[in-house]
């Protein structure tokens, strides 16, 4: 209907400012947020994961897997390379955290030149609160690569490296929501 396409235009021409602006670059951006939507709920057990069945539990965090590539990798803040296997214990730690929230700002993501939008790259800042086995308030600045397969994109690599001091202490974290 028109509302949604006025709604979709606005999203894109805000996207635009913050990532490249071809499709492949738009939607890259969208599941950065989407994912940090995910991770929001999953932890604090909010929102459309609130009260979930041990049934519902297993069929989202499945579907949730199903955004990663067989070979992800993720290089945690503190340097330790992962692989997407690491990603089942976030199973585990569903509704662990009520308080915990993260809000995803300043996403540039690109396409790799040459590539025509099979590979994208760039960065992104995620600031965190209310998480139970990390410091209250935090935040990562993430270099993100994903594939674009069959006009699916599935996260391949992930590196954070922690916020420095002094830009998390001016940082406003009561926006998070």
């Known amino acids: 209907d028109a509302s949604r396409r006025r709604r979709t235009r ?22 950065v947020e989407a994912v940090h939507v995910f991770f929001t709920g999953w932890f604090s057990g909010t929102g459309e994961f609130k009260a979930l069945s041990k049934t519902d539990q297993k069929e989202k965090f499945d579907k ?21 296997r690491y990603l089942e214990g976030i199973r585990e730690a569903y ?7 993260i809000k995803v700002e300043d996403i540039k993501i690109v396409s790799v030149p040459g590539t025509e939008g099979k590979i994208l ?15 209250n308030n935090n935040g990562r600045r993430s270099t993100v690569v994903f594939m674009n397969q069959n006009k699916k994109l599935t996260w391949y690599r ?18 998070i929501k």
Do not use: N
């Not at 805000?14 to 890259?28: H, I, P, Q």
């Not at 949730?64 to 997407?84: A, C, E, N």
């Not at 992930?158 to 926006?175: A, G, V």
């Open 10 to 31: 606005r999203y894109a021409k805000s996207m635009s400012s913050r990532t490249g602006t071809s499709k492949e670059s738009l939607a890259a951006a969208r599941e």
């Open 158 to 175: 992930l590196h954070e490296t922690w916020m420095p001091e002094d830009e998390l202490q001016s940082y406003d974290f009561s926006k």
């Open 95 to 101: 509704a662990c955290s009520p308080d915990f929230r």
């Open 64 to 84: 949730f897997l199903t955004r990663f590539h067989d070979d992800f990798s993720y290089v945690l803040p503190g340097g330790k390379l992962k692989r997407k």
């Open 121 to 135: 790259s760039g960065t992104y800042c995620e600031y965190q609160t209310g998480a139970k086995k990390s410091a």
